[in-house]
């Protein structure tokens, strides 16, 4: 920015002279601007305006719904044996259930006993493995090899899935333990093709250096599948790194990925940089190794933990190269869905896992089983999660694997519970597999067995219904009014929006009257507005002449609903409640046709799907002129104008300072011709002093 000074010759107040020629300039600014504003408030009452719409509307599609005329009441002659609840399509009826012969009751295993020998070092946290000698039972049947999680993302739509291990364990009972699922769905794997369909998936064992599952059926783009298998056993190596402290923390010792580790067949081995190979071997037991003078060629294993030791620090870049087989076991739990369809999971678990991730991996399965350890007695509990009968022709929860059968003493076991209830109702026999079911739009709950009848009868909850009518009555008295208070609000020509100065001169009390009176009737007697308030008015009174409306209950009046007497009140409602009640108990299907009817023309339909067509129509014309908060200014009539006030603003701001600069010029040229006079002047009178 450039300092101007001026009046050095002349003596006159240069900068306040251009001040007050550019306040008389700016006047064609100062009114863009105050329409500028007053386009923006006018734009804030029609949104606001359609808020009040948009409220309305939304009460006006609950009222299009059945459930606001149907709320149900329900009573039952004794609730200690029968509660009950309706919903909106429940009948006006009355049911009696003479007799509940049987409860619905979930299955439920209890083991033989005390899975525990040695209770004072069992721990559930810890691992099988390191447990194992504190079963009473210890037939785990532990295998040997690896255990194998695999999820894929299918990309494009295929009937194959590659596997990545090619020494997968392809026995028959290794491959009956192997869980497929696809989003959820569980797969039986078979290694005869003519055996694969919808529900299985096919092996090769014929072609195992390229192990992959087929489907029956291309698996959708999109789709997870999830594997588990068996393999061998592992390959692992590890780079040896650069020790951070030679003395402290020297490389001798090494983590395995795996635990419970198996002694058959695990095979140390270490390349060094130069290419020279060293087989190491395993020691297992703590007190041996202690007690060796000489260790070199051999490494401590830690069976547990997979933790490897060496009596000498490894060089940094070294690769421990090591195959090693785990310690692991299968069981499978069977349950049945409503359906009486088989629901099969296979379990496989690591001998890292402790017997509470067991419990936890079988309650949160999809058999549906909630297992449960009590420490107290050493017992385990298996129990359905749904109540009922389900596999009429057995038990509801079938066990396979020695796990469950062996260590956690389930073979001897007897299943109780898992029955439907039984009952009669209205005079028929009949059952349930939960206590809690529903008949024609009415849930009974079943909570006691009993041989007296029990009543429970349906009536609609006519004081609901009229707090529903009510409450929409008053939404539209409320909208209307504060519509038609805008509409009618006094515009005050003479107070313009204030200019920063304009503002700086008045209090803030001041300015916040001034600006109160300059928002004061932007939008009166709006056409939109009005054209609508006159519609919604038509869509509330005229009658609806539909075959499915009672000629009775045909317009609001009929039901105790009419405009006030006050013509000042523009059309609000008012309501006799006693009027609109007796109505609802004497019909209520028909008062609930007169609001929500459908119909091909404007007569046919109800009154709420009139008045819903008409406020979406109103709403719709407010935001073509002036927008919603999400629109650009490009879409509705005001941001256009808006748009076009900017741009000449914009012109006018820079012809502004193109005059400012004129001025400045002018003045400059005066006070260079007075100081040349001034000069000459003084020149001369220098000239006459001789």
Known sequence: MNMRIGGLASGMDIDQIVKDLMKAERIPLNKMNQQKQVLEWQRDDYRSMNSLLLSLRDLSFNMKLSSTYRAKNTTSSNESKVTATASAAAGNVAYTLSKVDKLATAAT?????DIRKDKDSFDTNASIWSQKANFDNTGFNWKKGGLVKETKKITEPSKTVNLS????????????????????KSYTVVTDPTKLNENTVFLDRTNIDNPKLTFANNIEKGSTVSVDYFIDNYSQEITVPKPSDTATNPNTTFQLSKGSLSTEGMSIKVTTKAGGETTYTPIYSTSDWEAMTDKTGYVLVDQETGKLTFSTSLAEGDIIKADYKQNYFSFGLETFNENGESVKETFSVEGSSSLSSIMNRISSSSVGVNAFYDDFKGQVTLTRSQTGN??????EIKITGDFLNNVLQFSASTETGGNNAEFTINGLSTERHSNNFTINGVSFTLKDTFDTPVTVGVTTNTDT???NIVNFVEKYNETITKINEKLNEERYRSYQPLS????EALSDKEAELWEEKAKSGLIRRD????????????DLYSPVTNLSVDSTFNQLASIGIKTTANYMDRGKLEIDKAKLKEAIEKNP????KLFTADGSTYAEKGLVNRLYDSLTATMDKVSERAGKSTWTTQKYTIGKNLDRLDDSIDRFEDRLVQIEDRYWRQFTAMEKAIQRANQQSAYLMQQFSF
């Open 500 to 503: 920063s100065e304009e503002r």
């Open 165 to 184: 291990n090619t020494n997968i364990k392809i026995d028959q009972e290794s491959i009956d333990n192997m869980q497929v699922k696809v989003n959820g």
């Open 390 to 395: 389900f596999n009429t022709a057995g038990d």
């Open 527 to 538: 056409s939109m507005l009005s054209s609508g308030l006159n519609q919604f008015r038509m």
């Open 109 to 113: 295993k209890v083991n033989a006993g």
């Open 589 to 592: 299907e028909a008062v609930e």
């Open 465 to 467: 219904v009229v707090d």
